[in-house]
Structure formats: C-alpha cells, structure tokens
C-alpha cells in the first residue's frame, strides 16, 4: 500500500525566509503532484512532476522530484503573507489500477509579518 | 467560470437520514473522484468513474452509492448518515483515468455535518 508521508505537518516562519518542505512515499512512482489548499477552499494544483530530476518553479516556490530517493521537496523562498496555506503533496499509483491520487498529511504553512 | 462545480456547498442533517451531493464538470474530462477529506485535512479517494464507468472504489461503505449519469456528472448518494460522515467531500475530474501525468482538478467542496 501506498503511503505518502510529508514533513513538517506544521510550520511558521517569518516574511523573507526560505524553508523546505518534503514529501515522502513508499512505493515507486514518477508522478507526483503538489496542490495548495487555502482554508475552507478548494485544492488548487501547482506543480506536476513526472520524472526523476523534474524540477518546476512558479514564483516563490520550486518543486522537485527524486524518484530514486522517492522524495520530492517543495522550497519556500523570502517567503510572504500570501504563501500562507496548505500544502499537499500527492502520488499517483500504478498505471494498471486507474488513477488515484494518494495524499500526504499537509503542511500547514503559516507565515508571519 | 466554474470548473467543477458541487452541490450543495454545505449539508446539515441528522443522523439516519439520507442525503446527496451533486457534482458537475465543464472541462471535458472523461474521468472524475470524490475523495472524503475528513477533520484533520486527511484526503482519501472514494470513488472513480471514466465515462460513466466506475473504475475504482475503495474500501467505502456501501451506504455510499457514486452515480454518473453521463461523463460530466458524478453524483454522490448516502444512507443511513452516520456520525462519523461528517466531513468535507471533495469532486474532482480529469482527463483519462491512468495516471499518466494529467493534474486533476477539484470542486470547491461539499461540507456534510451530522448531527
């Protein structure tokens, strides 16, 4: 079974500073998406890595995979007020089974003045 | 406008009673999921159908009855509420049903109460 570990669950940092999150998961995959969830909202996708090495950038925030090490990090940079969310990283399984997206924890990631 | 769109937003009703979530697709997407995301943000797929079609269904209680009555609509139907499906139920669609890279894309969320 399939399980998707991410870390931190819980993280406050300061407006300007860079920060890691990572995302964990058990079996081999070379998809993995990241999706932002601002409370009370939906998930918004922002980041579809399908590939060992992938990277992908948007703003202040970068998204990589590892597939080898099954580890994908997304990096914070001079984080701001705005980036406060959410954060889900997800694997996809197999390709025989149909699609289906298993979820991390979430990252709550709250950033201060 | 609206992706995917879900009915109702919110849900309130009482322990026993049976309830259905409406959801609906504008993208052309042949595959679509309800995934359960429960009261410490924790999502877990439920249901997928492709083209009308249920492709995968999870360990989920068969008071839960997925319905799509054409590849645009995925509709949800619960019996016998329980306590414990109190909890925010997430549409979400994309194109093909094998993982082959394509994101999916969520409803804003139907929140079901049970009192």
């Known amino acids: 079974e399939l399980k998707v570990e991410q870390n931190p669950l819980f993280l406050s940092m300061q407006e300007g500073k860079n920060y890691t999150i990572y995302c964990n998961y058990s079996?081999?995959?070379?998809?993995l998406y990241w999706y932002r969830q601002d409370p009370g909202k939906s998930l918004e996708s922002l980041f579809v890595?399908?590939?060992?090495?992938a990277v992908k950038q948007e703003g202040r925030l970068m998204a990589s995979l590892d597939t080898k090490a099954r580890l994908s990090t997304l990096h914070i940079t001079a984080a701001v007020h705005d980036l406060s969310a959410t954060y889900f990283c997800?694997?996809?399984?197999?390709?025989?089974?149909?699609?289906?997206?298993?979820f991390g924890e979430g990252t709550q990631l709250t950033v201060n003045p | 406008d609206t992706a995917v769109s879900q009915t109702p937003k919110y849900l309130v009703t009482q322990m026993g009673n049976d309830k259905s979530i409406k959801c609906e697709q504008n993208?052309?997407?042949?595959?679509m999921y309800w995934y359960k995301q429960d009261s410490k943000k924790f999502l877990k797929i439920m249901f997928s159908?492709?083209?009308?079609?249920?492709?995968i269904n999870e360990t989920v209680p068969n008071r839960f009855s997925p319905k799509s009555p054409d590849k645009a609509h995925l509709n949800l139907h619960i019996n016998s509420l329980e306590l414990g499906d109190s909890a925010v139920y997430f549409c979400?669609?994309?194109?093909?049903?094998?993982?082959?890279?394509?994101?999916?894309?969520f409803g804003d969320g139907t929140r079901l109460s049970i009192l």
């Open positions: 979400a669609s994309s194109q093909g049903y094998k993982p082959l890279g394509q994101p999916q894309h």
């Open positions: 079996t081999t995959s070379d998809r």
């Open positions: 890595l399908l590939s060992n090495g």
């Open positions: 997800a694997v996809d399984g197999p390709v025989a089974s149909g699609s289906r997206l298993t």
């Open positions: 993208l052309g997407h042949d595959t």
């Open positions: 159908y492709n083209n009308k079609e249920l492709i």
